[in-house]
Structures are given as structure tokens and as C-alpha cells.
């Protein structure tokens, strides 16, 4: 549950907004770096309630500018890309990746007064495949966060975008919430037809516990259970401000893989996700005895209709709300999937956009299960709040090394009640495939 100023808090991203000036703090992953070719068409972009224009200019830099030509604010999406700049095409004025003003075309006007025109432009930077935005004030901006997946060797990182219709702490929750994985996901699976000494043995048909603490950048979770007298089942997940969770998609030794749900404004969102391509090892991917998929359907089924140019146009999936997420009755009746939703991304859209695009959160009963949703909340607004009130820097901001560290995943320890220390335990455990090939940015 949650009062009307804390919802509106937590959802609202506009300009001037808690959560909105707040998110300006931080880099955003904002489109593939494929999305613009130099001197190529620009892209529509729409970034926490902005509408901007993405372009790659002639010398390869990317420009993020807000859409609207500072002359009389005709839109930069119709504007030639040529020979360094882009050009508006109702009185030709042009401008760079900085928004500065090249050239006045057509009247005669003092070297000065161009000066001072500039377009509204945002630092911009590539890592792997991604172009990354920063809206904050900062004239020296933040680094970027030191995330492991994404600092993989380009060939061992696989980046997957998708937009979802519905505001992005939403679909943040559906992410930390890891309590639904034994319904949405595996609810129809029989335990006997999972493969021996795979750790989701102790998952399905259990009823776990739950701990949560903050942390440095976050909140970090336990979902847990004895499995018998001596070992103990271990789901990890970890929230990072602003956006980012690291899931147990797999053993936690393996499990490299970070998440944003960045908000294109306060009803959509784009998943961007970052994992280690090569990790084949104790995930959701793997069959059952059978030979059928652990996770009822396909795993990483994500069909996409094509990007068009709407602000809304990128990278979609062919199920949807219209088409209730193209749910079949029949695989459901037949138990083949609890749902009769193909694929776990589906799965969770059709969740989460089915509340509507924005909840109201008094309406809700929350229980034990939803203990991180509840704290990541509280925490998401008291830092939002500090910031906002008080200008303390947010968690993570000034600290782009931390974000090496979450790691989310499953595993069987021997039993102890104190699960931070086990987490602990197992972070010297891990394997870091791209070790020694990371490099600051
Ligand atoms: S509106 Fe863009 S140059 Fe006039
Ligand atoms: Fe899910």
C-alpha cells in the first residue's frame, strides 16, 4: 500500500518531478548503438518524458537534442543530416551533437547572435552496442556504471531492448518480485521432471522465506528454504539505483546479466538487458527430463514487429494488450504452461501491463513475499526525496565501481541463518568471464 503522494512520486518523471529530477542523476542506456548511421535518418527518442531527436553525424559522434528547433520549434526528426550537423528544413538552421548553431542559412545575422542559439543537447556515450544518455545538470557528468555485464568483451554481450505500455516502477516491481516465478513461470512443472541436482528442484512447490536489506546502491533480497536438515535453498535478486535489478536467471556463479527499466515517460518503459551470452550453465533455459522447457514455453521467445518512426515505434513485441498477449486457452487448460503465454518476457508484460499503465497502490495487500517490493520503494523514495530537498547525491552517482559487485542467482549452502554472510560467501565463489578484459570508461 502506498498514499497517493508516494505513488505519484514513484511514477512521475517529467521534468521537475521527484523521481524525474532524481533519475537525471544517472546515464540511461537509451538505444542500440545501431539505431542511427552517420549521416542517417534521425531517430525519435522519447527519454523520461522528453521528446528527442537522435542522430550519428558524418564524423560518427551521436547527438541526443530535444526534437524541437530553437528557432520556431519545428520538429529536428524531419531535419537534414549532413556534413557534421543537422539541419532543420523549415529555414535550413543547423546544429551539432552539442547543439551548437553552425549555420543561420538565407539572412544576414551577427556571428554573436548565433552564439547564443543552441539547441537543448545531452551528453551522450557508446559502450557494446549501446548509446548512453545523461540529463543531469552536471557540465562534468558522472561515469558510467561499471556494470559486469556490460563490460564483457563486445563478443561475449548480448543486449536485448523491449518496450512495455506501462509505467516503469511497475514493471521494476514485477522484476524484484521473484515470488511469482513458482506461479507465472514453472506453475505447471512437476518437481520429478526436473533435471537431478538442478537448484530449482527446491524451488518448485516450496514456500520460501523472505529477508531484505539495503545496501550501498539499493536493496539486495533472499528468497530461502530448507531443503533438508543440513542445506539451505538461496534465490538472490538486487535492486541498483535508479532502474537497474541483476535476477536469478541462473546459478548464481554464472549468472551475469544486469537490467534497466528505463522510463520513456510515466506509461512506457524500455527494458534494456545486458547478460553473458556464453552462460549456459544452471539457467532457465535448461530442458526438463522430458525434454520440454523448464519454464513452460519458450524462454527468450521475443517476436517483434517492426521499429517504425512513432514515438513509440521501437522495439515492440507481436503480443500485447489488444491481443491479450496472445494467450492460448487451450495450452492453458492442458497445463503445457500455467498461462498460456509463450515466453517468460511475455509472460511478465502480460502482468504488468494488465494492472493498467499506472497503479493505484492503495488498492493493494501487500504479504511477506512482496517484503522487497515494499523496502525498494521506501528506499527509492527516501533518496529521490533527499536529493529533491536536501541535494544529497544519490547512491551510485559518484560511485560507478559499485555497480561491478550485485550478483543475483540461486544456490544449496550449507544451512545459516544469516543470509547476508552466505551471499557474502558465495560472491568469492563466482566467475567472472570477462575478467581482466574490463576497462573503465
Ligand atoms: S524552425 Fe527550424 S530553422 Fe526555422
Ligand atoms: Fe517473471
Known sequence: MASNKDNEDLTRVGP???????????????????????????????????KLVAFRDSSGRVGVMDHQCPHRCVSLFLGRNEENGLRCVYHGWKFDVDGNCLDIPGIQVH????????????????????????????????????????????????????????????NFEGEIDTSHFNFLHVGSVDVDNIPDGHALQHTVGYRHR????????GVSYAAHTKVDDDHTYWRFAHFAMPFWSFIPQA???????????????????MLVFFYWKSNRRGGLTDPLKDGTSLVGGSLLKNDFVPNDTDWFGR???????????????????????????????????????????????????????????????????????????????????????AYFTPRGGYCVTETSDDWAKVYKDQLKLLFHPGRGSATDA
Not at 523472505?210 to 546502491?217: A, G, I, Q
Not at 546459478?251 to 528505463?262: E, M, P, T
Not at 491481443?323 to 503445457?336: A, H, T, Y
Open 16 to 50: 521537475g518531478t521527484v523521481m524525474g529530477n532524481f533519475m537525471r542523476e544517472y546515464w540511461m542506456p537509451a538505444a542500440k548503438s545501431t539505431e542511427v548511421t552517420s549521416d542517417g535518418a534521425p531517430l525519435r527518442l522519447m527519454l523520461l518524458g522528453e
Open 111 to 170: 556571428e554573436a547572435a548565433k552564439l547564443k542559439i543552441k539547441a537543448k543537447a545531452y551528453l551522450t556515450a557508446e559502450r557494446n552496442g549501446v548509446i548512453w544518455v545523461y540529463m543531469g545538470k552536471r557540465k562534468a557528468p558522472p561515469k558510467l556504471p561499471m556494470l559486469e555485464a556490460c563490460m564483457l568483451p563486445s563478443s561475449e554481450v548480448e543486449v536485448i531492448f523491449i518496450q512495455r505500455n506501462s509505467n516503469w516502477m511497475q
Open 210 to 217: 523472505f529477508s531484505v536489506n539495503d545496501t550501498e546502491l
Open 251 to 269: 546459478d548464481i556463479r554464472y549468472n551475469v546479466l544486469a537490467r534497466a527499466w528505463v522510463p520513456m515517460d510515466d506509461e512506457h518503459s
Open 315 to 401: 522495439w515492440r513485441l507481436t503480443g500485447n494488450k489488444k491481443n491479450d498477449w496472445l494467450i492460448d486457452r487451450d495450452i492453458q487448460r492442458k497445463k503445457l504452461s500455467f498461462t498460456g503465454i509463450d515466453g517468460v518476457h511475455m509472460q511478465d508484460q502480460a502482468m504488468t501491463e494488465s494492472m493498467g499503465a499506472i497503479i493505484d497502490r492503495s488498492d493493494e495487500h501487500l504479504m511477506e513475499s512482496d517484503l522487497m517490493v515494499a523496502r525498494s520503494r521506501r528506499r527509492l523514495l527516501k533518496v529521490a526525496r533527499a536529493f529533491n530537498e536536501e541535494g544529497i547525491v544519490p547512491p551510485g552517482v559518484d560511485d560507478h565501481q
